[in-house]
């Protein structure tokens, strides 16, 4: 317990230096290295195409969301001291010279969620981070929504809200600078758990989950098409793109997240030109694309739609086992549970097998905490009552020959089964099994974990459901600060190895860990895993189907794979790390250009 309460004395010194440090070699991932101009001219900023976001929803009142649609206009200098002053200066919206009293502009300053990595100033209005509004009450609070009388015809869905030019680069808005309204929500359509679709121009704007997890996929969004490049430092990679966001509803036991193939068709029925899954499941699933939401996802590529997915942070965390056994072979695998995860009781545990041998007669016996052991069993389904817990077992061999035994570990007093579970195998057949553990707290980060360490590994930790015969699987890098991580190195969570059919599991990597984007609550953040890394991918065949909307699945994967950067990290590729490297928007997009 010492070492430990000095360990994070230590963390406390030395971080904010250690973070500093690297600050001067920051980089701004989905800020484009060249600009691109379409067959008509125009930029390429994803306009015309809509991505489809599998996610746990969106922040749809955050300025980030609005295109600048709405004018121009000049500012009038109230107290004529040639820089903007809240809540005295105004916006000229009649043009008549004159700061009526509905054009007083307040300003949105947006939270330093990144540990001091990005500068902001506080208390003072910073054009390439911060927004403007008319505070048309004078409370010097942006006022929206439908609580506030606001209704789905108003720009910005509440006091409209302005970006500023910034002429000089001071990073201020002086006198004779303009304001660029913004209007119009980036958000084509959202179908929230229950099922209702809201849509932009009817309903929209009563909306009122948000986003349930973090603000995970408002961070997604604004990597997507967040902002206005030009005007704001942190912005989208396709920022004119729109988005449909099908919400995920989590459930107690696998899998998990439900409704998952109602998720997959709305975003079909939307006319969606990309489908980005922001969820990885790995409890009680088979991994080898025989699931229908692995064939719909199949079949919507085989169609032309571009399929996009992060692989999930599985890797390093102990949820994975690895066995060759012979014939005649009998081995034991341990797990640890303990009674409280993320703050809640570890009722249940969920553990699944994997084997392709699937005629192979695979016996399974469980020791419980209490040293109770279950009768053998290998096939059929059951629910076996052994000393105070309650272990479900059920086998099933999927339409492409993966055998699969489901387990689920409860006690009888809905108490927590913490403590060490032994799960003894014997084989009749050579064979190779895949071993996954989950509990209820559906986390990442291991909490009820393998401790069988020789058979503990990272090969084969690509999850649900980027192991869909058709999806473009990524994985994630280092970039910015990366504590545990070596800037430009593979993040030790990023997924790697070969899928249970055989197939290589990872296509291609981004930048995953300490990037930028947006966050709940009017702010600035980092987000990194996997789902950072997808949306690289995701704004990069945004801008490729702009330029030529005919490209398919296929098409913009071939490209994309075949310009990948590979360097010293890579090594040759492809492998089944980094699949064919890391992604190189740019030149993937050149290559359009110069080949199409």
Not at 156 to 170: L, M, R, V
């Amino acid at each position: 317990m010492f070492k430990n309460i000095i360990k994070l004395v230590l963390i406390f010194l030395f971080l904010p230096g250690m973070i500093l440090s690297q600050i001067r070699n920051m980089e701004f991932t989905t800020q484009l290295k060249e600009s691109f101009t379409g067959k008509d001219g125009n930029p390429l900023t994803g306009k015309g195409v809509t991505i489809g976001d599998v996610d746990s929803g969106i922040d749809i009142f955050n300025p980030m969301f609005f295109y600048p649609d709405g004018g121009e206009f000049s500012i009038i200098d109230v107290d004529n001291n040639g820089v903007f002053t809240p809540g005295k200066d105004a916006v000229d919206l009649n043009n008549n010279g004159k700061a009526d009293k509905n054009e007083i502009l307040g300003y949105i300053e947006m939270s330093n969620g990144t540990y001091t990595l990005l500068r902001m100033d506080p208390k003072e209005y910073n054009s390439d981070m911060d927004f403007l509004f008319l505070d048309l009450n004078g409370n010097g609070v942006r006022d929206y929504g439908t609580e506030n009388g606001f209704t789905e015809n108003d720009p910005t869905y509440g006091e409209q809200i302005f970006i500023s030019e910034d002429k000089n680069k001071n990073n201020l808005l002086d006198k004779d600078e303009k304001v660029i309204a913004l209007k119009t929500s980036k958000v084509k359509a959202i179908r929230e758990k229950d099922g209702t679709i809201r849509r932009r121009g009817i309903d929209l704007i009563e909306y009122a989950e948000r986003d349930s997890v973090f603000g995970h996929g408002t961070s997604v969004a604004g990597m997507l098409l967040g902002g206005t490049p030009g005007y704001q430092k942190i912005h989208g990679i396709a920022p004119d793109a729109e988005i449909v966001v099908a919400i995920v509803e989590y459930d107690y036991t696998p899998r998990f997240a439900k409704h998952f193939p109602d998720l997959v068709r709305f975003i079909k029925d939307e006319n969606a030109d990309i489908l980005l899954f922001e969820d990885g499941e790995w409890g009680w699933e088979s991994l080898d694309g025989s699931t229908e939401e692995e064939m719909l996802v199949s079949e919507y590529a085989r169609e032309g739609m571009t399929i996009i997915g992060g692989a999930g942070n599985l890797a390093g965390n102990k949820m994975h086992i690895k066995d060759t056994l012979s014939s005649g072979e009998e081995n034991t695998y341990s797990i640890k549970a303990p009674s409280t995860v993320e703050g809640k009781k570890n009722n249940g545990v969920f553990v699944s097998f994997l084997w392709k041998n699937s005629q192979s007669d695979i016996t399974f016996e469980i020791e419980t905490p209490d040293k109770k052991t279950t009768v053998p069993f290998n096939s059929g389904s059951e629910f076996l009552k052994t000393g105070d817990y309650n272990i479900f077992y059920s086998k099933e061999v999927t339409s492409k020959e993966t055998a699969k035994m489901i387990l689920g570990f409860s006690k009888s007093d809905s108490g927590a089964v913490n403590g060490e579970w032994k799960i003894k195998i014997k084989t009749d057949n050579d064979v190779v099994i895949d071993g996954f553990v989950v509990d209820v707290s559906q986390s990442w980060i291991g909490s009820t974990h393998w401790t069988s360490t020789e058979y503990i590994t990272d090969e084969s930790t690509i999850t649900f459901p980027c192991t869909a015969d058709s999806i473009i699987s990524v994985g994630a890098y280092a970039v910015n600060y990366g504590w545990n991580e070596k800037v430009g190195e593979l993040a030790s969570y990023s997924p790697r190895g070969y899928l249970v059919t055989g197939r290589r599991g990872i296509d291609i990597t981004a930048p995953g860990h300490s990037t930028f984007s947006t966050g709940l609550g009017n702010s600035y953040v980092i987000f990194s895993g996997t789902s950072a890394a997808a949306p690289h991918v995701t704004g990069a065949a945004a801008l490729m189907l702009q330029y030529d909307p005919s490209l398919t699945h296929s098409q913009i994967k071939e490209i994309l794979l075949k310009t990948a950067t590979k360097d010293s990290f890579t090594g040759d590729v492809p492998n089944s790390d980094w699949g064919y490297g890391k992604l190189n928007i740019e030149k993937a997009v050149n290559y359009l250009i110069n080949n199409n």
